[in-house]
């Protein structure tokens, strides 16, 4: 049974790249073919491609009227020592 599974991945400076299938493949032998292909920044889509409301983030960065934000006193923690 052969299944295409497209991933969109990032190469870390170690050139290291992370890649992890569905869990329906656990415990099994795979032939796994990698394509590489150069993402072009302007290929990226636009938030309304992405099904977001024309100004959606100019709207909601900073959109809060409510009652302003107060972070309540935390009480007492656990001191732990620190690991060396």
Request: charged content about 30%; aromatic content about 8%.
């Amino acid at each position: 049974m052969e299944h295409k599974i497209l991933v969109n991945s990032h190469v870390g400076s170690d050139g290291i790249l992370q890649l992890q299938v569905p869990t329906e493949y656990k415990d099994t032998d795979l032939k796994v073919t990698i394509t590489i292909q150069s993402v072009n920044p302007a290929e990226k889509k636009t938030p309304e491609e992405l099904g977001y409301a024309p100004d959606f983030f100019a709207e909601v960065v900073g959109g809060w009227v409510g009652e302003p934000l107060v972070r309540e006193e935390q009480g007492e923690y656990e001191k732990r020592e620190e690991l060396a």
